[in-house]
């Protein structure tokens, strides 16, 4: 561009005509400064189409309501090498207490196993600590199948429902296991080294609390395979538990589809989270003390703690979501929630949108879930529920082992639909039209709804947590240059069958006492 106006310049002087080069070069300067402005428009609204900030978005409801795309993976858990049985020689025994709610304390089995497996010790059926958050003793024997458990697992770690006694010239010794405090996320060098020293000193060891101590990032495919055998199959609840699940999920789906929403709208989050602005001041007193009897104190201010996502979807705004989306007023919804703070005042405008509202009480009235609707078994029930749902939207996946764990178990049950709301995304789109800027508030909340994941096989980003995506590494397929992503053999537990037997893992090794569960004939 220098060299044409410079030859204009000379071309103007040897001319002898001043001004009408001028003219030239002003012509030409002006025709360059609209096409670099043209060019620059174009471009920009080239980017903003690309962002999707302007273009109009539509959500397709009804692909909604059926699984999302595979990309050609499958679920696979099974073993893809060398995997040997569980030794004769034992190294101890392993006793566990679980603690928390029921999803935290199946996450924590999950690690038990693993750490089992790790120090070639024998697993004592974990121990759930039932007490302390639901007021409930059923225990591992109330809630899940443990024959089930015990036969799933017996490639993987020899099981026993107690520690045995010793007999030993004619007399009886009981093994007392040593009390050990785990570090939360442990590494797996911490139970090969001062875990499994304690055990070889002491015969026995007694983890607890047990929630959170085992590293969940672990460079071993195969460890990690081994903890969705445990959350996948393994931990299977007991038959009644399952028939009433059933039970429920026919008598919602004889109506059609239907979605699963986990309303996470309790006291306990609600404190954690620090949202207390949009409650009354007597409310506002109740949730402050809650948190300040069983959390760390902390400055929270609410704006703040809302424009970054952290406080979960009240009632209305899930409502006000989902029609965004294009759900109707005669969708089909059950809600998995524990008692909701505030009662009838934040349900009443989800009501309005969505009138098909359902419980595990409201569809079955059995005396059984009646009296425990708030206990492990209503849990459990809710859980098969949301599993089984045609779509399921949790409020809040932040701290929530309820959402996190069945999030993981609908990825691995068939990529089935999630919705997942953006809080972040979502936060100023709320927040304009609580100020009365209604203008193209659907269309806004669709475009945030629109750069989420459905439910598809999709890379796993720090803090999402493997219970959450177990992706790839419980997952295979069956054409591929990738041969760590390659289905294993169709045979793969028959060859780990005849491993078993050829190294004489029978019931003669289990049976040391009437304590002891038989694994290999069951």
Known sequence: MRRRLGHHRQHGKQGGVGGRGLLLKLLIAVFVVLLICTLSLLFSATITATNGSNAPSEINVEKLWESANSGGWRPSSSPRTDWPSPPKETRGYLRVRCNGGLNQQRSAICNAVLAARIMNATLVLPELDANSFWHDDSGFHGIYDVEHFIQSLRFDVRIVERIPEIHKNGKTKKIKAF????????????????????????????????????????????????????????????????????????????????????????????????????????????????????????????????????????????????????????????????????????????????????????????????????????????????????????????????????????????????????????????????????????????RVMLKTNFGGPHKRVSPESFYTNSWPECFCQMETQNPDDKCPSENVMQILHSQLESENMDSEIYNQSDSVVSLAER
Not at 317 to 340: D, I, K, Q
Not at 380 to 407: E, H, K, R
Request: positive net charge; contains cysteine.
């Open 179 to 446: 009390q050990l405090r785990t570090p939360r996320d442990a590494p797996i060098s911490w139970y090969t080294t001062e875990a499994l020293e304690k055990m070889k000193e002491h015969g026995a060891i007694y983890l607890t609390p047990f929630s959170h101590r085992l590293a969940e990032e672990i460079d071993n495919p195969e460890y990690q395979r081994l903890r969705c055998r445990v959350n996948y199959h393994a931990l299977r609840f007991k038959p009644h538990i399952m028939k009433l699940s059933e039970s429920i999920v026919d008598k919602l789906r004889s109506q059609g589809h239907f979605m699963a929403i986990h309303l996470r709208f309790e006291m306990d989050m609600l404190a954690f989270a620090g949202c207390f602005d949009i409650f009354s001041p007597a409310e506002q007193k109740i949730l402050k003390k809650y948190r300040m009897e069983n959390f760390a104190k902390k400055t929270l201010i609410y704006k703040e703690r809302r424009a970054i996502g952290k406080c979960p979807l009240t009632p209305e705004e899930v409502g006000l979501l989902l029609r965004a989306m294009g759900f109707n007023n005669s969708t089909r919804m059950y809600l998995a929630a524990g008692e909701l703070f505030g009662g009838e005042h934040f349900m009443k405008p989800f009501r309005a949108l969505f009138p098909h509202l359902e419980n595990h009480s409201s569809v079955d009235s059995s005396e059984e879930l009646a009296a425990n609707a708030w206990g492990l078994i209503g849990s459990a029930v809710d859980y098969m529920v949301c599993l089984l749902a045609d779509i399921f939207m949790p409020t809040y996946d932040g701290p929530s082992n309820f959402a996190n764990n069945l999030l993981g178990h609908r990825l691995y049950y068939g990529f089935r639909t999630n919705i997942r709301p953006d809080r972040k995304g979502l936060a100023p789109v709320f927040t304009a039209r609580e100020e009365g800027q209604t203008a193209g508030f659907e269309e806004a909340v669709r």
